[in-house]
C-alpha cells in the first residue's frame, strides 16, 4: 500500500497487518514507514517489506511492484497515498502537484498493480482513497477537489475493465480523520480566517452532524470491509465515510 507511514495509510496498514496480511508500504520517508513496519510486525502480520519510492514516478512504483510480487503474490492494492492543502492562480500555483500526486499517482499505482497481480480465479481488491472533497467543492482548493473527483471517475472506469477478471475497484471518501493532513487543513483554515486553531478546529466539526472527526482507525475498518468475503460484489464505488458531512 502506498502512504502508509502516517494517518490513514498507517492506520489501514496495521488493521490489515492484524487480519494477517503480508504487506508491502510504500511513501517517500523512509522513517515513518520503517516505525509503522516494526508495529505491523507485532501485530501479527508474517511479512512487511518497506519501499522508498514516490507515486508521481511511474517506473518506480513498477519496481516496487515488481519486487513485492517476487516475494508472493498480490492480492490487495490501497492507493492512499496523497497531499492536501489550497492552491491559488499564479506563480507558486500546486495544481500540477496536487493532481500528479492525487489523481496520476493513484492511477501510476493501479495499473502497476494490475501488471503484477496474483492470477485468478480469486478475487483481487484495489482499492484508492479519495476524499469528500469529491462530492462537493471548497474555495481555494480547486486542485484537491478535482484530483479527488478525478479519483471517483478513474474507480468506475477501472472497475467496468477489471471485473471479468474478478478484480473488484473500489474507493472510501473520507471526510475530517484524525491526521497530520487534517491538522495541516485546520491550521490553513485558521490562519485564512484569522482564528486561532482550536477555533477554527471548532468550527469544522460543528459542520459534521456526528459533531467529530473519524479516526484512522474506523477507515480502516472500512476498508477491511471492502476487501473481505462481506464485500463480494461491491465494485465502482465510492464509499462515504464523513461522519454525516455528505450524504449522497
Request: net charge neutral; with cysteine.
Amino acid at each position: 500500500m502506498t502512504g502508509a507511514g502516517s494517518g490513514i495509510g498507517r492506520g489501514i496498514a496495521l488493521r490489515l497487518a492484524e487480519e494477517g496480511a503480508r504487506l508491502s508500504l510504500m511513501g517517500r520517508r523512509v522513517e515513518t514507514l520503517a516505525e509503522t513496519q516494526a508495529e505491523a510486525r507485532r501485530r501479527g502480520s508474517p511479512a512487511v517489506q518497506v519501499f522508498a519510492c514516490d507515486v508521481r514516478e511511474p517506473a518506480r512504483i513498477d519496481a516496487a511492484f515488481a519486487a513485492t510480487q517476487a516475494e508472493g503474490p498480490i492480492h490487495i492494492l490501497v492507493a492512499n497515498a496523497g497531499i492536501g492543502g489550497p492552491n491559488v492562480p499564479g506563480p507558486g500555483d500546486r495544481w500540477d502537484d496536487l493532481i500528479a500526486t492525487n489523481l496520476s499517482g493513484v492511477y501510476f499505482c493501479m495499473r502497476a498493480a494490475q501488471r503484477h497481480l496474483a492470477p485468478g480465479p480469486d478475487v483481487r481488491h484495489l482499492v484508492a482513497v479519495s476524499s469528500v472533497l469529491s462530492r462537493f467543492g471548497v474555495p481555494g482548493y480547486t486542485g484537491y477537489c478535482a484530483a479527488k473527483t478525478g479519483v471517483l471517475g478513474l474507480v468506475r472506469a477501472l472497475a467496468l475493465e477489471l471485473a471479468p477478471g474478478n478484480v473488484q475497484v473500489n474507493a472510501i471518501c473520507p471526510g475530517w480523520v484524525e491526521s497530520d493532513m487534517s491538522r495541516a487543513g485546520i491550521a490553513s483554515i485558521a490562519k485564512s480566517t484569522g482564528q486561532e486553531y482550536a477555533s477554527a478546529l471548532r468550527m469544522a466539526v460543528q459542520q459534521v452532524p456526528l459533531g467529530r472527526m473519524n479516526t484512522p482507525e474506523e477507515i480502516a475498518g472500512a476498508v477491511a470491509w471492502l476487501v473481505s468475503e462481506d464485500a463480494r460484489g461491491v465494485i465502482g464505488q465510492g464509499i462515504d465515510m464523513n461522519g454525516g458531512s455528505w450524504m449522497g
